[in-house]
Nanobody, 123 residues
Framework: QVQLAESGGGLVQPGGSLRLSCAAS????????MGWFRQAPGNQREFVAT????????SYADSVKGRFTITRDNAKNTVYLQMNSLKPEDTAVYYC????????????????WGQGTQVTVSS
């Protein structure tokens, strides 16, 4: 089973950029669809983006479409989330997760989760 570890979070000003990374251990990374979710204090965990096993198919939440890009490098067992034009409402803990379901936006379809990385957008 794959294990996941996020990195790259931090404090950034509105309009700035960050790139999150999610490093996976285990042999099954290339067979897993991957997703990013986020959770702000007092809110439920929400879908951000997902990518298929090959990287050919991606899907985004409306709130981040056009600003965030999900990619993966199966040779490095890593999935990325490039976040541009960040807004204060993007502040949250960001989690990566793996799933056998293609294109799912439902957290219940994701069986393995990382520990999360904090992103704070503030001036």
């Amino acid at each position: 089973q794959v294990q996941l570890a996020e990195s790259g979070g931090g404090l950034v000003q509105p309009g700035g950029s960050l790139r999150l990374s999610c490093a996976a251990s285990g042999r099954t990374f290339s067979s897993a669809n991957m997703g990013w979710f986020r959770q702000a204090p007092g809110n439920q965990r929400e879908f951000v983006a997902t990518i298929s096993r090959s990287g050919a198919i991606t899907s985004y939440a409306d709130s981040v479409k056009g600003r965030f890009t999900i990619t993966r490098d199966n040779a490095k067992n890593t999935v990325y989330l490039q976040m541009n034009s960040l807004k204060p409402e993007d502040t949250a803990v960001y989690y990566c997760a793996s799933s056998y379901a293609l294109g799912s936006r439902n957290s219940y379809d994701y069986n393995t989760w990382g520990q999360g990385t904090q992103v704070t957008v503030s001036s």
